[in-house]
């Protein structure tokens, strides 16, 4: 795959080093002149210094022939006119990172407009996590998927678990909730359990359910704890911002410290 990163920061840098043992072609673009030439000796990628937003620019790159231009500047507004940039010169597939909470709603209805093929959020992503342990404080960790019907969810069976000593089998026919445990992390080993794979205390279970099944198999479980009720968030940035409005629509008490009024 041919795949352009405009925007060298500490996301654009992980990309990069992620795709580089990938045998994709890269092509990288930023205005500092030091950063390109130090990421080009290092990962053996083409580069080109200039801004990222400009036809000529991109040109030079051959982001024409790209499959995937990826669009990491610090500016929002840089970063969707990079991807409309890319898009009339002929790159397929564009994606941009956007974090000002002023565009975040404009920009899911114009995405399809503006020729991005999807957002990206860091700040909002970490907000919805952690909001996600607010919401289930017997869930680790949760992830969403198809528009948030699916979730992949991490529990440990700690010592009251009813889920301790039961094979699979015996938990499908214990628990009249259903859900598909995918793997379990015990130690350092990762399993892939068979219907008799047997739980212990401190396994970490990773399962999938739909979202109407999956409290119901928590509670089941006994893995329902004591729900939050009174909220502080100290700071006031983007990721405070995000976290507080998912909050205050669940009817959470909710207290902001933040030194700038």
Do not use: W
Request: proline content about 2%; overall charge neutral; aromatic content about 4%.
């Amino acid at each position: 795959m041919k795949i352009v990163i405009i925007g060298l920061g500490t996301i654009g840098r992980t990309i990069l080093k992620n795709l580089s043992g990938e045998e994709h072609t890269v092509t990288i673009i930023d205005e500092d002149k030091r950063i390109v030439e130090e990421l080009i000796e290092k990962y053996d990628v083409l580069g080109v210094v200039g801004n990222g937003a400009s036809m000529e620019i991109q040109n030079e790159a051959r982001v024409r022939d790209s499959d995937l231009v990826i669009v990491l500047t610090q500016s929002d507004e840089i970063n969707i006119l990079a991807c409309l940039v890319a898009k009339k010169v002929g790159a397929k597939n564009t994606i941009a990172r956007v974090r000002n909470p002023d565009y975040r709603k404009q920009i899911a209805v114009m995405k399809d407009d503006l020729g991005i093929a999807m957002v990206v959020n860091p700040e909002q992503e970490t907000a919805n996590e952690i909001f996600n342990i607010i919401n289930l404080p017997s869930v680790n960790q949760i992830e969403h998927f198809a528009k948030g019907r699916v979730s992949l969810v991490e529990i440990v069976a700690e010592n009251d678990c009813s889920l301790i000593g039961e094979t699979l089998i015996s938990i499908g026919k214990k628990l009249t909730t259903k859900v598909l445990i995918c793997a379990v992390q015990r130690g350092d080993e990762v399993i892939i359990p068979a219907g008799n794979f047997k739980i212990q205390e401190g396994d970490r279970i990773h399962f999938t359910a739909n979202a109407k099944s999956l409290g119901d198999f928590l509670s089941e479980a006994n893995l329902v704890k004591s729900p939050f009720k009174n909220i502080m968030i100290v700071g006031g940035g983007r990721i405070g911002y995000y976290l507080a409005d998912s909050l205050k629509k669940k009817k959470y008490a909710v207290k902001l410290v933040e030194n700038d009024p």
